[in-house]
DNA sequence: ATATTATATGTAACCGGTTACATAAAACAG
DNA sequence: CTGTTTTATGTAACCGGTTACATATAATAT
């Protein structure tokens, strides 16, 4: 590999000068330039982003930890923000932490060891004071801003109480709701959703929650138990995921969505439009959600005014087969 | 954040001194050594890696370029290799090259330049000679190995001799193939393999082939098309979500899964599992070959010797409702 | 004609580690 | 008791860039 000692010995000049070429600052004379870049051509010279990283303390390079990327949710959030930093000319490494706040703690370290210019967390465990003394730009995605970071989140409260007031609408009395880890914010914010909506229309009843752990399998043995005990209509579960363990539950009962018992997912993820019948749902943005957070850690990087520190997005109602008793649409 | 130098000067002690305890190599007196540590302790002190990295030409750090994270295929995939790398402490730079031979490029030469110790490619568009004056320790994945460098796939051609096999096997004479874009090496390995099996069952027929691009809306339209000129009782997809696409298009036209019509898909993705009637499928070791890929790579880079330089996974029939004509089982 | 400013380039310190080499004391051998 | 080896530590060069500062010539102002 060639380095900018190279370059300057062949086209006759300083490395000082070939550095200004390079960046383009500072005074350097046409024919000058010209022989330098004929040089950096000849050698196929690519400047050595560590030792730049090293003076320059930057490395054009953020972190992005994630509970785990094979959870449906993350694919396209991590796409959205790989996209946005890809345009900016920042590379993104991937961590994976599953919700454990020692595995947080040792990739917030050794992403700090490496200079990244900033980080965006989504996670629960976070640690607020380990994450100020950092002393790192950081954004926090996907969770609520009960903080000083940048934050950018989805309307989960007013999400759930969508998700039951439409259950109502179509004619639900006996909503259950399956809900996420109590540890998960975001689970208990659509369980508060969930709560209040039935609260409002006089339908709250204790027995009506199932508890879930947001994966499919045990969402549907819990359904499945619950259904024996329990008169229920319609199904608000807690996320995607889990709805499509209430279909196979409730189907698997021989009752039918969504003429018996109608269900509705949380997230949006591509597998809702996978099942038979179509899975309704509550649909985050997520690409936007993950656009937002990487623009917003730009911005703190390089120094920007940010005019909005704290964003929660709009969810969206779909309406799909396992809502729809009006027939086919 | 302190340096190595104010470690130094609290403990009394030269910079190689420091550097020594940190890397446990020369001698140093134990009694120096407590000195050192507690000095470390007391300042925080966290080597920093870039300057290491400029002066060892390693980082700890590789590069994996995948097509797109979102595709539900990669992000088993992307965990198993971060997981492993996590393991042997290095952490990972994820690219989406789109299958774009330019952005591959171009993230190729970002990565060398940030002294990536090595990469893991899993890409169609793969410029052998460009890969090969990178110089850098790489791994092939999920492609097949007409190359030197080490490479992990499942076995396509069997895989899909297995599924067509295995229509055959529960009654079905029509089996139609929908084949992926014919770019995409894999795919045209599993239309290779219907089509021999075809062959060798003296069921083969062009008119069965219908043309895919590995999506579920395009495989929805053109097995509904096809359905409407041709006779068929079994649908082997390309992959999983046009195996999905296919179900819907049964299921729309009124015919039933598996009777009329049975189905199988390739690749094992979660998604199988969620739809109704669940998707048998050709599945493969996701998890285990990113795994592989990983500490092939980890070996590569360490310069241990590599028993083993392709390797080719065995894929297993999975038999769900969508092939199941015996009932419940 | 001289002072001032703009242009052009080079030298060397610096970023924060690692390590080759030099030096010296302690331990051991003959 | 001297020579060799082992242990312990420091000095400074090095990795490959960037940039403050020095220097020098050309252009412009007075």
Redesign the pocket.
């Known amino acids: ?1 060639a ?3 190279d370059v300057a010995k062949l086209a ?6 070939v ?2 070429v ?2 383009q ?8 330039e010209k022989r330098v870049r004929k040089a950096i051509e000849k050698l196929n ?1 690519k ?2 982003e560590v ?2 990283t ?4 930057t490395s054009k390079t953020i972190g992005l930890i994630v509970p785990d990327i094979s959870n449906p949710f993350f694919p396209e959030l991590v796409r959205a923000i790989e996209d946005v930093m890809n345009i900016y000319d920042y590379t993104v490494i991937l961590c994976n932490s599953d919700e454990k706040s020692e595995k947080e703690k040792q990739y917030m370290d050794v992403l700090k060891q490496k200079y990244v210019d900033g980080m965006i967390l989504t996670t629960n465990q976070l640690a607020i004071e380990e994450v100020m003394e950092l002393d790192i730009p950081i954004v926090v995605l996907d969770r609520p801003s009960d903080h000083s970071f940048p934050s950018v989140i989805a309307d989960n409260y007013h999400g759930a109480r969508l998700a039951t007031r439409h259950l109502y609408g179509i004619g639900c009395r006996k909503i259950a709701h399956i809900q996420g880890p109590a540890h998960v914010v975001n689970a208990m914010q659509r369980f508060y959703g969930y709560r209040d909506e039935m609260k409002s229309l006089g339908l709250w009843e204790e027995a009506l929650i199932i508890q879930g752990n947001y994966q499919l399998r045990q969402a549907k043995e819990a359904v499945l138990q619950a259904l024996q005990t329990n008169q229920v209509d319609g199904i608000f579960a807690g996320n995607d995921a889990m709805a499509v363990g209430a279909l196979k539950a409730v189907q698997q009962l021989g009752l039918r969505v969504p003429e018996d018992v109608a269900i509705i997912g949380y997230d949006g993820i591509p597998l809702t439009e996978m099942t038979t019948p179509e899975l309704s749902t509550i649909s985050q943005p997520i690409y936007e959600m993950g656009a937002i957070a990487a623009r917003l850690l730009v911005k703190k990087i390089e120094g920007q005014f940010i005019e909005q520190l704290h964003y929660v997005l709009p969810v969206t109602l779909i309406e799909r087969e396992s809502t729809n008793r009006r027939g086919k649409s």
Chains 1, 2 share one sequence.
């Open positions: 590999m380095t900018i000692r006759g000049v300083s490395v000082a000068t550095s200004r390079l960046n600052n500072g005074y350097v004379n046409e024919e000058t010279y400047p050595n030792a730049r090293l003076f320059k303390k």
